[in-house]
Protein backbone atom coordinates (compact mmCIF):
# COMPACT_ATOMS: atom_id res chain seq x y z
CA UNK A 1 0.00 0.00 0.00
CA UNK A 2 2.92 2.21 1.00
CA UNK A 3 4.91 1.37 -2.35
CA UNK A 4 2.06 2.08 -4.57
CA UNK A 5 1.50 5.71 -2.70
CA UNK A 6 5.04 6.74 -3.12
CA UNK A 7 4.84 5.74 -7.15
CA UNK A 8 1.87 8.01 -7.19
CA UNK A 9 3.76 10.90 -5.87
CA UNK A 10 6.74 10.37 -8.38
CA UNK A 11 4.43 10.53 -11.04
CA UNK A 12 2.62 13.32 -10.13
CA UNK A 13 6.23 14.74 -9.82
CA UNK A 14 7.25 14.38 -13.31
CA UNK A 15 3.99 15.82 -14.45
CA UNK A 16 4.37 18.32 -12.70
CA UNK A 17 7.50 19.15 -14.72
CA UNK A 18 7.90 22.49 -16.46
CA UNK A 19 7.60 21.19 -20.58
CA UNK A 20 10.75 23.00 -21.63
CA UNK A 21 12.28 20.80 -20.11
CA UNK A 22 10.50 17.89 -21.65
CA UNK A 23 9.52 18.53 -25.22
CA UNK A 24 12.90 19.48 -27.20
CA UNK A 25 12.31 22.99 -29.85
CA UNK A 26 12.64 22.21 -33.32
CA UNK A 27 15.31 24.52 -35.23
CA UNK A 28 13.54 26.84 -37.54
CA UNK A 29 15.51 26.78 -41.19
CA UNK A 30 15.97 30.26 -41.98
CA UNK A 31 14.00 31.99 -45.07
CA UNK A 32 15.77 34.23 -47.09
CA UNK A 33 12.98 37.09 -48.42
CA UNK A 34 14.33 37.58 -52.07
CA UNK A 35 13.22 39.85 -54.99
CA UNK A 36 14.65 40.90 -58.22
CA UNK A 37 15.37 44.31 -58.98
CA UNK A 38 16.81 44.86 -62.75
CA UNK A 39 18.98 42.48 -63.20
CA UNK A 40 19.80 42.06 -59.77
CA UNK A 41 18.83 39.51 -56.88
CA UNK A 42 18.22 40.99 -53.33
CA UNK A 43 18.15 38.77 -50.50
CA UNK A 44 16.59 41.16 -47.89
CA UNK A 45 17.36 39.49 -44.56
CA UNK A 46 20.69 38.10 -45.00
CA UNK A 47 21.42 40.19 -41.13
CA UNK A 48 19.01 38.45 -39.73
CA UNK A 49 19.76 34.73 -41.04
CA UNK A 50 23.06 35.70 -39.73
CA UNK A 51 21.49 36.46 -36.83
CA UNK A 52 19.40 33.25 -36.13
CA UNK A 53 22.21 31.02 -37.00
CA UNK A 54 24.87 32.89 -35.18
CA UNK A 55 27.08 33.23 -37.85
CA UNK A 56 29.07 36.46 -40.04
CA UNK A 57 27.19 37.96 -42.19
CA UNK A 58 30.14 37.97 -44.65
CA UNK A 59 30.71 34.25 -44.47
CA UNK A 60 27.40 33.52 -45.28
CA UNK A 61 27.38 35.79 -48.05
CA UNK A 62 31.20 34.81 -49.38
CA UNK A 63 29.47 31.13 -49.46
CA UNK A 64 26.21 32.55 -51.39
CA UNK A 65 28.76 33.89 -53.78
CA UNK A 66 30.47 30.82 -54.45
CA UNK A 67 27.35 28.40 -54.80
CA UNK A 68 25.88 30.73 -57.31
CA UNK A 69 29.24 31.57 -58.88
CA UNK A 70 28.08 35.49 -58.64
CA UNK A 71 29.70 38.70 -57.96
CA UNK A 72 27.72 41.20 -55.46
CA UNK A 73 27.59 43.26 -52.43
CA UNK A 74 26.64 43.74 -48.87
CA UNK A 75 24.36 47.04 -48.56
CA UNK A 76 23.59 47.07 -44.76
CA UNK A 77 20.97 43.97 -43.78
CA UNK A 78 20.63 42.81 -47.01
CA UNK A 79 22.60 41.44 -50.15
CA UNK A 80 22.62 42.10 -53.11
CA UNK A 81 23.82 39.87 -55.94
CA UNK A 82 24.33 40.31 -59.60
CA UNK A 83 21.84 38.65 -61.47
CA UNK A 84 18.39 37.06 -61.56
CA UNK A 85 18.69 34.33 -59.47
CA UNK A 86 15.43 32.09 -58.78
CA UNK A 87 14.11 32.10 -55.75
CA UNK A 88 13.86 28.16 -55.10
CA UNK A 89 17.75 28.34 -55.65
CA UNK A 90 18.36 31.47 -53.46
CA UNK A 91 16.64 28.97 -50.81
CA UNK A 92 18.25 26.45 -51.21
CA UNK A 93 21.79 27.76 -51.19
CA UNK A 94 20.95 29.53 -47.85
CA UNK A 95 19.63 25.36 -46.23
CA UNK A 96 22.60 24.26 -47.59
CA UNK A 97 24.68 26.37 -45.94
CA UNK A 98 22.78 25.88 -42.52
CA UNK A 99 23.28 22.37 -42.69
CA UNK A 100 26.76 22.27 -43.81
CA UNK A 101 27.88 25.07 -41.19
CA UNK A 102 25.26 25.74 -38.68
CA UNK A 103 23.48 22.11 -37.58
CA UNK A 104 25.06 19.77 -35.93
CA UNK A 105 25.14 16.67 -37.81
CA UNK A 106 24.78 14.26 -35.02
CA UNK A 107 22.09 15.95 -32.79
CA UNK A 108 20.72 18.52 -35.33
CA UNK A 109 20.95 20.74 -33.25
CA UNK A 110 22.30 24.40 -34.21
CA UNK A 111 24.68 25.08 -30.60
CA UNK A 112 27.63 24.82 -32.75
CA UNK A 113 30.90 26.73 -32.81
CA UNK A 114 33.41 26.91 -35.65
CA UNK A 115 36.73 25.70 -34.65
CA UNK A 116 39.94 25.80 -36.62
CA UNK A 117 42.22 22.89 -36.21
CA UNK A 118 45.72 21.67 -38.36
CA UNK A 119 43.61 24.21 -41.15
CA UNK A 120 40.70 22.09 -41.00
CA UNK A 121 37.49 23.88 -40.20
CA UNK A 122 35.48 22.24 -37.73
CA UNK A 123 31.97 22.33 -36.62
CA UNK A 124 32.16 21.67 -32.88
CA UNK A 125 28.14 21.12 -31.32
CA UNK A 126 27.64 22.66 -27.80
CA UNK A 127 24.49 20.46 -27.35
CA UNK A 128 26.17 17.12 -27.28
CA UNK A 129 29.58 17.75 -27.93
CA UNK A 130 29.93 16.38 -31.20
CA UNK A 131 33.11 17.95 -33.27
CA UNK A 132 32.80 16.89 -37.49
CA UNK A 133 34.66 18.76 -40.15
CA UNK A 134 32.44 20.99 -42.22
CA UNK A 135 33.92 19.55 -45.73
CA UNK A 136 33.03 16.14 -44.54
CA UNK A 137 30.15 13.94 -45.56
CA UNK A 138 26.39 15.38 -44.64
CA UNK A 139 24.10 12.76 -43.30
CA UNK A 140 20.94 14.27 -42.43
CA UNK A 141 20.51 16.09 -46.35
ZN1 LIG B 1 25.11 17.90 -31.37
Known amino acids: MQKYEYHKLLDRAVEALPKEIVVKERFQMPQGII ?7 ILKNI ?5 RVNREVGQIFSYLLKELGTAGEIDGDRAIFQGKIPESRMQECIKRYVKRY ?15 KNRTLLLKCEACGAIHPVAGKIKRE
Not at 47 to 51: H, L, S, Y
Not at 102 to 116: A, N, W
Request: proline letters at 4%; aromatic letters at 4%; a negative charge.
Open 47 to 51: GEIAD
Open 35 to 41: FHEGNTT
Open 102 to 116: VLCRECGRPDTKLIK
